[in-house]
């Protein structure tokens, strides 16, 4: 047979069992923490009776408020200087829709403001996030 050896008796072979195994695990990792990294920022959300869930395809933009009146528009903190010009370049140019989540303890005029640019950028598709109304405050 022709099972060649080195001097001290090893062989020669990687054995890629262990790393496949690795990677394996990796990935199911990866495929498990990668959809709970896009929930973005902490907001709490005012809540109404009639709420639809968010659609979970890549067209649309979530703009948040923060309830210490911080934008961001996905997880990147964006200054409201700045808003009109990463609005025009990531909604209205590509088509895509946005979706406004404001802490329910910020300010209506703050929330006006913000509108009020995404207005004057000429964004028309504007959904509003909220949360389902509790039944029990009745």
């Not at 973005?40 to 979970?56: I, N």
């Not at 700045?82 to 829709?97: A, D, I, R």
């Amino acid at each position: 047979m022709g099972i060649s050896t080195n001097n001290n008796g090893m062989l020669a072979e990687i054995n890629v069992t262990p790393f496949v195994d690795v990677m394996l695990v990796l990935l199911i990792i990866f495929m498990v923490t990668a959809p709970l990294m896009t929930q973005g920022v902490e907001v709490d959300l005012p809540q109404t009776r009639t709420v639809r869930s968010l659609p979970q395809d890549n067209e649309h933009l979530v703009l948040s408020i923060n309830d210490k009146g911080e934008i961001y528009l996905d997880e990147y903190k964006v200054g409201f200087d700045e808003l009109q010009g990463h609005l025009e370049k990531l909604v209205k140019k590509q088509n895509k829709m946005l979706f406004l989540r404001a802490d329910k303890n910020v300010a209506y005029g703050e929330v006006v403001r913000v509108m009020g640019e995404i207005k004057a950028v000429g964004i028309d598709r504007l959904g509003i996030v909220a949360e389902p109304a509790d039944d029990k405050k009745k």
